[in-house]
T-cell receptor, first 114, second 111 residues
Framework: DAGITQSPRHKVTETGTPVTLRCHQTENHRYMYWYRQDPGHGLRLIHYSYGVKDTDKGEVSDGYSVSRSKTEDFLLTLESATSSQTSVYFC?????????????FGPGTRLTVL | GQQLNQSPQSMFIQEGEDVSMNCTSSSIFNTWLWYKQDPGEGPVLLIALYKAGELTSNGRLTAQFGITRKDSFLNISASIPSDVGIYFCAGPFSGNTPLVFGKGTRLSVIA
């Protein structure tokens, strides 16, 4: 257990509405990540953060923004949700082991955009 | 983008059978990680490999880091119903870069 919680765990929203997902960690890890998981695509990186106010884009960042104002929280925002953003969203942290990062995942948020 | 290719995509096996799955890349990896995802849960790290040729076990699971550094294998011996889930391989292309994941192998165990 890497002390990661995600909220909400489930959300249904309508197209065009803003949505914010929260990831909270209790172990002061520097690196945090947001992934989405869709059938046939596995896990795809949306954005990640390497410190407070330090973020970078991942493979599928279009339509998403992130913020990290404190170490323990990493927020993912959909400014105007679309049906293609219906997915399961996972937050992760990484721990450095032997010079490489091992990632540990939260329980996920299931988002449905109608 | 860079990809990891996992095979098979899915497997149906009888309880008690051994299972083998693999992951390949066109690029060299310095670390290979294997995760398992149960339905409705986040992926959980099973095994991490750090050296080419390394063979590491975790209970009934054994994983190997290929000599070429472009592949890895995961074996499960004497499968049981709780082995059901999706198995992912992953790796970073360098020390601090985010992980790249394969698309997963979905394992079903028939009792």
């Amino acid at each position: 257990d890497a002390g990661i919680t995600q909220s909400p765990r489930h959300k249904v929203t309508e197209t065009g509405t803003p949505v914010t997902l929260r990831c909270h960690q209790t172990e002061n890890h520097r690196y945090m990540y947001w992934y989405r998981q869709d059938p046939g695509h596995g896990l795809r990186l949306i954005h990640y953060s390497y410190g407070v106010k330090d973020t970078d884009k991942g493979e599928v960042s279009d339509g998403y923004s992130v913020s990290r104002s404190k170490t323990e929280d990493f927020l993912l925002t959909l400014e105007s949700a679309t049906s293609s953003q219906t997915s399961v969203y996972f937050c992760a942290i990484s721990r450095q082991v032997k010079g490489y990062n091992e990632q540990f995942f939260g329980p996920g948020t299931r988002l449905t955009v109608l | 983008g860079q990809q990891l290719n996992q095979s098979p995509q899915s497997m149906f096996i009888q309880e008690g059978e051994d299972v083998s799955m693999n992951c390949t890349s066109s690029s060299i990896f310095n670390t290979w990680l294997w995760y398992k995802q149960d339905p409705g849960e986040g992926p959980v790290l099973l095994i991490a490999l750090y050296k080419a040729g390394e063979l590491t076990s975790n209970g009934r699971l054994t994983a190997q880091f290929g000599i070429t550094r472009k592949d890895s294998f995961l074996n499960i011996s004497a499968s049981i119903p709780s082995d059901v889930g999706i198995y992912f391989c992953a790796g970073p292309f360098s020390g601090n870069t985010p992980l790249v994941f394969g698309k997963g192998t979905r394992l079903s165990v028939i009792a």
